[in-house]
């Protein structure tokens, strides 16, 4: 079964400085993987998504991740954190050999604070 | 971008009522969505999958009577909890599949409150 881990519940980091949040995954096959991000009372806002192609992935509001797929990782990073960037995370996989309704699989989701 | 808009962002209701949330895809056409639950600080749980014409594909576990899901065009599907109960209150988000990009996009999310 496809399955998703967030290891880290939060993360703190104070502004400025590279975050990263974890993601690993465990699917058959070749994975989908994206990452969302969610403020309070909020859905959720697509940030970036691995298909196929170059390994470091870029993404909206200057986050990346990188797709390694020996450690079946896809970890979120970026140079730079802002206050504005506290809020809760979440990778998710779709198995595309999976059946055509292309569900999506989340992680635990990781709570971000930037500090000042 | 491809946007879904999801009403009401918020509603209270007694205990015993049922109440209607709906997912409009307003630039595309979804022919699949996604209907998600949510508790305080955890992860999306996916509840069932709606599909344009057809009946939806509920998760194991998840009580099809309970949880209405409709799906009569496609830029429309809705969420009806029927009689619903305090333990109900979520927060509940669709999803659909954006053609053509191979991503998705969400729902604003509601919040129920059964009191």
């Known amino acids: 079964a496809q399955s998703v881990a967030q290891p880290e519940d939060q993360v703190n980091v104070a502004e400025g400085n590279p975050l990263t949040v974890k993601c690993t995954y465990s699917?058959?096959?070749?994975?989908?993987l994206f990452w969302y991000v969610q403020y309070p009372n909020r859905g959720l806002q697509f940030l970036l998504k691995y298909i196929t192609g170059d390994n470091l992935v870029k993404g909206s509001y200057g986050f990346e991740a990188e797709f390694n797929k020996s450690q079946t990782s896809f970890h979120l990073k970026k140079p730079s954190a802002l206050v504005s960037d506290s809020a809760l995370y979440f990778c998710?996989?779709?198995?595309?050999?999976?059946?055509?309704?292309?569900?999506?699989?989340f992680g635990q989701g990781t709570t971000l604070q930037v500090k000042p | 971008g491809a946007v879904v808009s999801q009403h009401p962002s918020r509603v209270i209701c007694k205990s015993g009522t049922s109440v209607k949330i709906e997912c409009r895809s307003l630039d595309f056409q979804a022919t699949t969505m996604f209907w998600y639950r949510q508790f305080p600080k955890q992860s999306l749980m996916l509840m069932a999958t709606?599909?344009?014409?057809?009946?939806?594909?509920?998760e194991q576990g998840v009580e099809k009577d309970k949880f209405l899901i409709n799906h009569a065009s496609l830029t429309l599907s809705t969420l009806t909890v029927t009689s619903a109960h305090p333990e109900d209150s979520s927060f509940y988000i669709c999803?659909?599949?954006?053609?053509?990009?191979?991503?998705?996009?969400f729902g604003s999310g509601t919040r129920l409150t059964v009191v």
């Open positions: 999803s659909a599949r954006v053609p053509g990009t191979g991503h998705y996009t």
């Open positions: 699917v058959s096959g070749n994975p989908y």
């Open positions: 709606s599909n344009e014409g057809s009946k939806a594909t509920y």
């Open positions: 998710a996989v779709r198995d595309p050999s999976s059946s055509n309704t292309g569900k999506l699989i």
